[in-house]
């Protein structure tokens, strides 16, 4: 899958928000006709009450099934659930989208570092250019960012709830399918 941008392609427009439920919380999906825009992890605090009004449903476009299907075989042990999902990459940078591309490769349970992952990308020096990637990437679990570690294996940080621990929880989990 390749992902790009084009400068002359005008802003998307989000057409659905949805709401999904994890063991470790909360996401809100957004949505554009060009596929998977963004997947924010719920706010501290946030309860589940909060996503009431994003929820899915049957009548919730097919993609939207497809992600949360996606999510529950994830949380299951289909790790490359999320193959399948159409994503919007409108507004990346074509370093980031390199990355991202790359980065979707890294197989689950699997870990690369930020100069690995660089250099897979083409750019073998830009090992904080793909922290920063990573940082910005606003596709969690889709782009498994978690996959990515400091030089030495250092965690590094983790936007989802509960940071770094979360991304320990998250390779825990993959690594289970190693095991088996």
Known sequence: ???????????????????HFTPRGP?????????????????????????????VSAISPPAVLRFDAALADYFSGNFAAFQQIGIDSHGWPP????????????????????????GRAGSPRAARAVGQAMAKNRL??????????????????????????TKRWLLALEAQDDAG
């Not at 899958?1 to 709401?19: D, L, V, W």
């Not at 370093?95 to 660089?118: D, H, K, M, N």
């Not at 679990?141 to 983790?158: D, E, F, S």
């Open 95 to 118: 370093f980031f989208a390199r990355v991202y591309q790359f980065c979707r490769l890294i197989a689950p349970g699997r870990t690369l570092s930020y100069a690995e992952l660089a």
């Open 140 to 165: 969690p679990l889709v782009i498994p960012c978690h996959r990515v570690l400091a030089t030495g294996g250092k965690m590094g940080g983790y936007s989802g709830p509960g940071g770094v621990d």
């Open 27 to 55: 996401l809100r999906a957004e949505w554009t006709a060009s596929g998977l825009h963004t997947v924010a992890w719920g706010e501290t605090g946030e309860s589940t009450a909060d996503y009431v009004n994003y929820r």
């Open 1 to 19: 899958m390749t992902f790009g941008t084009s400068a002359r392609r005008p802003k998307t427009q989000r057409t659905c928000t949805s709401a």
